[in-house]
């Protein structure tokens, strides 16, 4: 057993858990802890995995952009219980049973799949600049697109979030 | 001789193929801007004038592109060919008919940001655009994101409306979630592969199919279509609908029942013909070969299709509401959409096309005489045409053009474009899928003519009080009734004019990079 196996294990059961503790909990600001971690382990994973642009990207925007975007939020509104209406057993067990047959399907997938055993080696080559220079000559029609689309998510956020002047 | 210049590759290229994309893109920052700093009391419409015209001069670009041979820019990260000339002529012109009705109809106390309106209308169409003319999944992808956004909020727009405002979150939730889903299948086909250009996909995938992959590929096709069924409001994902055409402002609901939708059946149509044109599945026992996409998957399609009809027509009938009876009448449309699409013949191209085209201008009809005679009768309940044939003999008329094209009668446009559908069904062997078109179209017939039986047959409680119908409906009213007369009566001419300039091969050919000379 490898130390990376036991990192990933580690890692990966802490995505998890606080994934599943995310939904779980009833206070806003003990969920967004819970986020937090699971932010913080999937920036964990890509590391792991030699990404590790990706994976501080993650941590910048993630972890630190949207966690504390969400804790302004708490700031902002009323931050008491979450009341929780009872969902209907009927629909929790078809909820439940599609997901089960949906994990089902999927793991048997990939242990049907005979992958390759080898793992690919790209310690030679220099990650932030293989994307930086793919993002800015092959990719740059999406790389503009999405500031447009940046865009539309600043005015479309101001229009939710202004209150109106009623004095027009 | 450009090559050494200080753009480096990307100045080699003729970036002039992607005028209709920069026109709109110039429009929508222009108008922004002149939003801002027009003083407060002007009138907002000269903003919708404004960007009406950034629609029609893109469409003058678009069509002048028509019958070139196919080009792209950066490896087909912009791909111009026939395929996405004939969507992105079908979305401009569905846009152009938002536009004037939102011109006609759209009230300052219920929208409040009427600038924000117009050029988040035009955002939206920039993101169809893209999704109808790239073959690289990554850009596809963007162009999905940047239209389901700007639906977001114009969706919620309507600010003091509590249905406006639960319609939007309940389709931004469903649609992260389907967006989640697409992603996933498509993460899936890029490992596979290591590539997001959709022909070098084509290229590996079939060895990859064959190399033990195959359950992964069939995961991700489901994966993938089952997210991009969001769009098309296909029977997965085609809960939202309803909600959500009730709760957005009318212009926005016709943008969405026939732009969005279009640019579902685009971005589905490109991904999954080129994606899996190689893969061959080979029969283990008999070693027959089959097409992976046109034998295999042509039944679980088949099967979206039929499910979609069958909910989309039952729910149908039972609907007060003239927008939620739109919508279930929505989902009914995709689904026979999506019959060509499960028996793949050469002839797809063109009947998709058609039946758009006919779905196009008998939808955006439908919508503009309800936009007006909602905002005449304060709701959009279908009780409110009562009477419409006394008080406005010309708006009951042209309705029931438009409601004729839906159903499939003859005469009108959606007739043939049903007919031909139905041929290719036929023409496979595919007698079940034909069936449950020809079922459900008799049960459309209900609720199509319980329209007209209240136009016709009912008077108004509130009064026989003339309708009056705004300029710019009347042109797009005029214009959806000579179209979709016209296609009705002379089909083959259209058909013909589809086959000649509209080539489906075009799709498949490797496309000249082009270079500025």
């Known amino acids: 057993m490898s130390g990376q196996y036991i990192a990933f294990f580690i890692l990966s059961l802490l995505t998890i858990s606080g994934a599943i503790f995310m939904i779980s909990f009833n206070r806003v600001i003990h969920m967004v802890v819970a986020l937090a971690f699971t932010f913080l382990s999937i920036a964990g994973l890509f590391i792991l995995l030699e990404a590790e642009f990706v994976g501080l990207t993650q941590i910048m925007v993630y972890s630190g952009g949207v966690s504390v975007l969400m804790l302004f939020g708490i700031m902002l509104t009323q931050h008491s219980k979450v009341e929780r209406s009872e969902q209907k ?16 399907a999927v793991f048997y997938g990939i242990q049907k799949t005979p992958w390759s055993q080898e793992a690919v080696d790209y310690s030679t080559q220099n990650n932030v600049k293989e994307i930086g220079v793919q993002l800015y000559n092959n990719y740059v029609i999406p790389f503009e697109l999405v500031s447009v689309l940046l865009l539309v998510a600043l005015i479309g956020g101001i229009i939710m979030a202004k209150k109106e002047a009623d004095d027009e | 001789m450009n090559g050494d210049s200080k753009w480096g590759v990307l100045g080699q290229y003729d970036w002039s193929i992607m005028a209709p994309e920069l026109t709109i893109l110039v429009f929508a920052t ?23 015209i950034g629609v029609i001069i893109s469409l003058i670009f678009t069509l002048s592109n028509t019958g070139t041979q196919p080009a792209s820019i950066l490896a087909d990260m912009y791909r111009l060919d026939s395929f996405a000339v004939a969507f992105k002529a079908i979305f401009l012109t569905g846009v152009a008919f938002a536009f004037l009705m939102s011109l006609g109809t ?39 994101e940047l239209l389901s956004l700007s639906s977001f909020i114009l969706v919620g727009i309507r600010k003091k409306h509590i249905q406006s405002n639960e319609s939007a979150f309940k389709y931004v939730v469903i649609g992260s979630i389907s967006a989640a889903v697409t992603l996933y299948g498509m993460s899936f086909i890029y490992g596979l592969t290591g590539t997001t250009n959709l022909y070098l996909i084509a290229e590996r995938l079939g060895n990859v199919y064959q190399g033990g992959f195959s359950y992964i590929v069939y995961l991700a096709f489901f994966l993938m279509f089952v997210g991009l069924s969001f769009k098309i409001s296909a029977v997965p994902n085609q809960t939202w609908a309803p909600d959500v055409y009730q709760g957005a402002p009318t212009p926005v609901t016709a943008f969405l029942s026939v ?18 044109s190689n893969v061959i599945d080979i029969d283990p026992t008999t070693g027959e070969m089959k097409s992976l996409l046109v034998d295999n998957l042509g039944l679980y399609i088949g099967i979206v299709a039929a499910a979609s009809m069958i909910i989309g027509n039952t729910m149908a009938l039972r609907q007060v509401n003239m927008k939620r009876m739109m919508a279930y009448s929505g989902i009914a449309q995709a689904g026979y959409l999506l019959v060509p699409f ?7 191209f063109e009947q998709t096309l058609f039946y758009l085209i006919a779905y196009l201008f008998a939808n955006m009809g439908i919508f503009a005489i309800m936009a007006l005679v909602s905002k005449d009768q304060g709701h959009d309940e279908i009780r409110g045409f009562a009477g419409l044939f006394q008080r406005a ?43 449950i078109m020809m079922a459900t179209s008799v049960v459309s017939y209900v609720y199509y003519f319980g329209v007209m039986k209240q136009m016709f047959m009912r008077t108004n409680p509130n009064g026989v009080n003339k309708i009056k119908v705004p300029p710019c409906i009347g ?3 005029v214009v959806a009734v000579v179209v979709t007369l016209f296609a009705g009566i002379f089909p083959s001419q259209v058909i013909d004019y589809l086959h000649n300039n509209f080539l489906f091969e075009n799709m498949m050919q490797v496309a000249e990079q082009v270079v500025m000379k």
């Not at chain 2, 419409?45 to 009406?52: A, D, K, M, P, S």
């Not at chain 2, 438009?402 to 446009?413: Q, R, W």
């Open chain 1, 89 to 104: 057993p009927a629909l929790r067990i078809f909820t439940f049973a599609g997901i089960l047959a949906f994990f089902v």
């Open chain 2, 30 to 52: 222009l108008l922004s801007i002149i939003d801002l700093l027009l003083p407060k009391k002007t009138d907002r419409r000269i903003i919708g004038v404004l960007g009406l």
């Open chain 2, 106 to 144: 759209l009230d300052k106390k219920d929208v409040h940001y009427q600038g924000e309106f117009y050029y988040l209308l035009l955002t939206a169409l920039l993101g169809a655009m893209f999704m109808a003319s790239s073959a690289d999944l990554i850009t596809l992808f963007i162009g999905l």
């Open chain 2, 259 to 276: 732009v969005s939708k279009a640019a579902g059946f685009a971005i589905i149509l490109r991904i999954f013909i080129i994606m899996l």
């Open chain 2, 342 to 348: 499960a028996t793949f013949t050469v002839l797809l």
């Open chain 2, 393 to 435: 003999p010309l708006l009951a008329i042209s309705m029931t053009i438009f409601l004729l094209s839906l159903a499939g009668i003859p005469v009108t446009a959606g007739f043939f474009g049903k007919f031909y559908i139905f041929l290719s069904s036929v023409a496979r062997q595919n007698y079940w899928l034909a069936g």
């Open chain 2, 475 to 477: 042109i797009a009213l």
